[in-house]
């Protein structure tokens, strides 16, 4: 099965950038789409950003203009600049692929990386 491995999260200041990394290995398969989610302790996982096979992408309103998805298929990477990063940025990061297969969707989710924005 495919594993995902987040890396780049750290504690930065506010107005601060950072550059999340997501690696995939092991089975490989057509993505469907693949982004970003993040949640605090006690809350739900939200959407961050994504990014579609077509390469057509979608943010949060609390962070565009500030968020920049990307990825890279030929190394089976996906990445998410992070500019301007504010307090309520904080959050485990946590990034995601997903399949569509006979109709039904199959999510693939990383361990998640720590973003911690303070002064």
């Known amino acids: 099965q495919v594993q995902l491995a987040e890396s780049g999260g750290g504690v930065v200041q506010p107005g601060g950038s950072l550059r999340l990394s997501c690696a995939a290995s092991?089975?490989?398969?057509?993505?469907?789409?693949q982004g970003w989610y993040r949640q605090t302790p006690g809350k739900q996982r939200v959407l961050v950003a994504s990014?579609?096979?077509?390469?057509?992408?979608n943010y949060a309103d609390s962070v565009k203009g500030r968020f920049t998805i990307s990825s890279d298929n030929a190394k089976n990477t996906v990445f998410l600049q992070m500019n301007s990063l504010k307090p309520e940025d904080t959050a485990v990061y946590y990034c995601?692929?997903?399949?569509?297969?006979?109709?039904?969707?199959?999510?693939?989710w990383g361990k998640g990386t720590q973003v911690t924005v303070s002064s």
């Open positions: 995601y692929r997903a399949r569509s297969l006979s109709g039904l969707r199959y999510d693939y």
């Open positions: 990014i579609s096979n077509s390469s057509s992408t």
């Open positions: 092991g089975t490989t398969f057509r993505i469907n789409d």
